[in-house]
């Protein structure tokens, strides 16, 4: 358990030092003409490892694995595809989601409130 803190740990640390390779509102991706800012990115390539770790944790506790601590997760394949190939593209997928919405917003003229922003910002200060 405390090895995956320290994992975890580690890897906001780095997702912080790759972004401060970049310059401020860098874009990393374009979606059907929806600019994708490196930021955002990054937290869709986390959120997509997270579900790639998962994913491997139960695949690996189904095949009889107790321990989980030593798992070399960029060796393990998710659906017959290795490891980080699966995360990057599971990043692209959580853009096209991202890019469709915006669209949906633009299409439908859809605009946040003041509040319903700071709420948000609020929100995500929270988190972090």
């Known amino acids: 358990m405390f090895k995956r803190i320290l994992l975890s740990v580690l890897c906001v640390f780095l997702i ?15 979606v059907g003409g929806v600019n994708i800012k ?15 770790k998962s994913k491997v944790d139960s695949n690996l506790t189904s095949q009889g694995a107790s321990d989980l601590s030593r798992v070399n997760y960029f060796a393990q394949k998710i659906d017959g595809t ?10 692209i997928e959580h853009c096209k989601r991202y890019a469709i919405i915006e669209l949906k917003y633009k299409e439908l003229n859809i605009t946040i409130t003041e509040k319903e922003a700071n709420s948000v910002t609020s929100n995500v200060y929270n988190y972090w």
Do not use: P
């Not at 912080?16 to 374009?30: G, P, S, Y």
């Not at 990115?41 to 579900?51: G, Q």
């Open 16 to 30: 912080f030092t790759l972004c401060a390779c970049h310059a401020q509102d860098e874009i990393a991706v374009t």
């Open 38 to 52: 490196s930021g955002a990115y990054a937290n869709m390539l986390i959120y997509a490892d997270t579900e790639a």
């Open 82 to 91: 290795d490891y980080t190939k699966w995360v990057k593209d599971r990043a």
